[in-house]
């Protein structure tokens, strides 16, 4: 008895104490990374605020106290994407189906080789833009027959863990791919849906707070696209690997800045990493649109040899469909903290000159 309670305790006391530093804003990496575990923080309180009640009830009452106030934080964050929360999207979207079209991301690991799962998934499932990230050459000469098949393809193949591949049979103009100063493409064009709308479309794949490595260039990138997209009065579709989960204090700004709704709220989280423990996993692989889009399905596919799992979405573009909440616009409070990431972000030297900015 004496073991598990010292156990419970030391269990409480870290995840309190990880629970409380999350809340620091600060692109340090061994803050950020707090942001990613929410949902097993939560459990963890809850079980070590359970232990305790059950152990020593009078002595233990405080630290299950404690335990309770940092779940109830933990879930504050995490409850849009439950089942529980109010939808910001009807899925499926009443719309005509010749203004539909198909997205599909993956991540496909750069070390990944079972090229075939890959190239069996894109057979099956024949998206309208094809995104795929961690491509290098040995992944662009493997899926050039496939990439034969699109009208259009940026690819930018490299062997740093950051290459990255856009296909559509849409018709696209306007097209960029922008590398940043540490060598991180992110790409952008104008493409039009079935039935004329054209809409603008933002592919991204920042890089993630690791050991050694702060979070300046993906809260930069992420700030960039958030402007850019309040900045258009096209639709934006903003897809990719963030490595960023969906309730950091960094994604919700990109969210509200950009205008953008999360088909995810009120459905769950859409996990995608690790594919192997998805269920005990989080949402790095995102999909946002502007109100102008409809949402016919969205899901999370079966694995193909990555780390990551592929997501796809149907999507209508045309009137405004009903139902889609109306964004509020962002506060004064998260324009400053815009300003205040982009400086960060160039002071790091982790973003190019606004001119080249995507």
Same mark, same amino acid.
């Given at each position: 008895?004496?073991?598990?309670?010292?156990i419970s305790r030391?269990?409480?006391?870290?995840?309190?104490?990880?629970?409380?530093?999350?809340?620091?804003?600060?692109?340090?990496?061994?803050?950020?990374?707090?942001?990613?575990?929410?949902?097993?923080?939560?459990?963890?309180?809850?079980?070590?605020?359970?232990?305790?009640?059950?152990?020593?009830?009078?002595?233990?009452?405080?630290?299950?106290?404690?335990?309770?106030?940092?779940?109830?934080?933990?879930?504050?964050?995490?409850?849009?994407?439950?089942?529980?929360?109010? %939808? @910001?999207?009807?899925?499926?979207?009443?719309?005509? !189906?010749?203004?539909?079209?198909?997205?599909?991301? /993956?991540? +496909? #690991?750069?070390?990944?080789?079972?090229?075939?799962?890959?190239?069996?998934?894109?057979?099956?499932?024949?998206?309208?833009?094809?995104?795929?990230?961690?491509?290098?050459?040995?992944?662009?000469?493997?899926?050039?027959?496939?990439?034969?098949?699109?009208?259009?393809v940026l690819s930018?193949?490299?062997?740093?863990?950051?290459?990255?591949?856009?296909?559509?049979?849409?018709?696209?103009?306007?097209?960029?791919?922008?590398?940043?100063?540490?060598?991180?493409?992110?790409?952008?064009?104008?493409?039009?849906?079935?039935?004329?709308?054209?809409?603008?479309?933002?592919?991204?794949h920042p890089l993630?707070?690791?050991?050694?490595?702060? %979070? @300046?260039?993906?809260?930069?990138?992420?700030?960039? !696209?958030?402007?850019?997209?309040?900045?258009?009065? /096209?639709? +934006? #579709?903003?897809?990719?690997?963030?490595?960023?989960?969906?309730?950091?204090?960094?994604?919700?700004?990109?969210?509200?800045?950009?205008?953008?709704?999360?088909?995810?709220?009120?459905?769950?989280?859409?996990?995608?990493?690790?594919?192997?423990?998805?269920?005990?996993?989080?949402?790095?692989?995102?999909?946002?649109?502007?109100?102008?889009?409809?949402?016919?399905?969205?899901?999370?596919?079966?694995?193909?040899?990555?780390?990551?799992?592929?997501?796809?979405?149907?999507?209508?573009?045309?009137?405004?469909?009903?139902?889609?909440?109306?964004?509020?616009?962002?506060?004064?409070?998260?324009?400053?903290?815009?300003?205040?990431?982009?400086?960060?972000?160039?002071?790091?030297?982790?973003?190019?000159?606004?001119?080249?900015?995507?």
């Open positions: 008895m004496l073991t598990l309670l010292l030391v269990l409480a006391g870290l995840l309190i104490g990880v629970t409380a530093l999350s809340v620091v804003q600060s692109a340090r990496w061994w803050i950020r990374i707090w942001d990613f575990p929410r949902p097993q923080i939560m459990v963890g309180l809850v079980i070590a605020g359970g232990i305790e009640l059950w152990a020593d009830a009078e002595a233990g009452a405080w630290i299950a106290a404690a335990c309770a106030l940092a779940a109830g934080w933990q879930l504050r964050r995490i409850f849009p994407y439950t089942r529980l929360a109010r %939808s @910001e999207m009807p899925m499926p979207a009443a719309g005509n !189906a010749d203004r539909c079209f198909c997205v599909l991301s /993956l991540n +496909v #690991l750069q070390t990944n080789r079972n090229y075939g799962a890959t190239l069996q998934l894109l057979e099956r499932v024949d998206p309208d833009i094809l995104l795929l990230m961690e491509t290098d050459n040995g992944w662009a000469d493997a899926l050039a027959p496939t990439l034969g098949r699109y009208p259009h930018c193949p490299l062997d740093n863990l950051y290459g990255m591949i856009l296909a559509t049979r849409l018709p696209m103009a306007d097209d960029r791919i922008v590398v940043d100063p540490l060598g991180i493409p992110a790409m952008t064009a104008q493409l039009t849906a079935p039935g004329g709308q054209p809409f603008r479309l933002l592919a991204l993630p707070p690791v050991p050694g490595q702060d %979070s @300046e260039e993906r809260d930069g990138t992420l700030a960039q !696209a958030a402007l850019r997209a309040a900045q258009t009065r /096209l639709p +934006v #579709l903003a897809v990719g690997d963030f490595n960023d989960v969906a309730w950091s204090h960094t994604s919700r700004l990109f969210k509200r800045i950009g205008g953008y709704l999360d088909p995810r709220i009120g459905r769950g989280t859409y996990a995608t990493f690790p594919a192997r423990y998805v269920m005990l996993g989080w949402p790095l692989d995102h999909l946002f649109v502007t109100p102008e889009f409809a949402m016919q399905s969205l899901q999370v596919l079966e694995p193909v040899g990555s780390d990551h799992l592929p997501i796809t979405a149907k999507l209508c573009l045309g009137p405004r469909p009903p139902g889609n909440d109306a964004p509020p616009p962002p506060s004064e409070d998260d324009r400053d903290d815009v300003k205040e990431i982009l400086e960060d972000a160039h002071e790091a030297g982790a973003l190019p000159t606004p001119e080249r900015a995507l």
